[in-house]
């Protein structure tokens, strides 16, 4: 079946630092979602992509919906203490609009 | 804020017990979405409801059941609870049409304690 691959799992980060993540699958996808969640909390939808080789910035991020319709990046610039958190990547799987989910990007803030 | 609005927060209960959690959508929202995440794991997809009629199951135990009233809120029912249910559940609403019908915006989610 669909699946998304999130990678990295985890990244220490040290702040002023830019990060980039990705998540990329066997099967093409018509729109990509990034979303970011703090513990405890609900994830917040970051950015929506709709067309290959969009790229869509929202403040300090910048998301890509790659060419081949079967990945997408998102990159952080200067991260910050408040960038912490598990960044999701998500794509429809059909017409009922359920979404699947990558494992998640861990951003952790280096001591 | 979201829009999205469940009750409780956090619920704390003994095995064997069933609970109810609640939502409400967003305004003009018709999709109601339900998750569980459990510790440190990813956002299991439960169970999709669109205006009153389920739409899609995920990997939603028999013990579980769900509705979407006429007014659009849904309640998520917990049966025979076990010590693994413990987990933060979410539920999620999306807009009715078109291609931003995919994006779906998140409550604050309820924090289930089976003890």
């Known amino acids: 079946g669909q699946q998304l691959n999130q990678s990295p799992q985890s990244m220490f980060i040290q702040e002023g630092e830019d990060v980039s993540m990705n998540c990329t699958s066997s099967?093409?996808?018509?729109?990509w979602l990034w979303y970011k969640q703090d513990p405890g909390e609900g994830p917040v939808l970051l950015i929506a992509l709709y067309k290959a080789g969009e790229l869509t910035s929202n403040g300090r991020l910048t998301a890509q919906f790659g060419i081949t319709r079967k990945d997408s990046f998102l990159n952080i610039s200067a991260s910050i203490p408040s960038d912490v958190g598990i960044y999701f990547c998500a794509g429809p799987k059909d017409s009922n609009y359920q979404l699947i989910w990558g494992a998640g990007t861990k951003l952790i803030i280096k001591p | 804020d979201s829009g999205v609005t469940q009750t409780p927060k956090h619920l704390i209960t003994a095995t064997g017990q069933r609970v109810t959690l609640r939502c409400s959508p967003r305004?003009?929202?018709?999709?109601v979405y339900w998750y569980q995440q459990s510790l440190d794991q990813g956002l299991q997809f439960l169970i999709q409801y669109y205006n009153g009629e389920e739409r899609a199951k995920g990997n939603i135990l028999e013990r579980f059941s769900a509705q979407q009233f006429p007014d659009l809120h849904s309640e998520l029912n917990l049966s025979s609870l076990e010590l693994g249910d413990s987990a933060l559940y979410f539920c999620?609403?999306?807009?009715?049409?078109?291609?931003?019908?995919?994006?779906?915006?998140f409550g604050p989610g309820t924090r289930l304690t089976v003890l």
């Open positions: 305004s003009g929202d018709l999709s």
């Open positions: 099967s093409i996808f018509n729109t």
């Open positions: 999620a609403s999306s807009f009715r049409t078109g291609e931003s019908a995919n994006e779906q915006f």
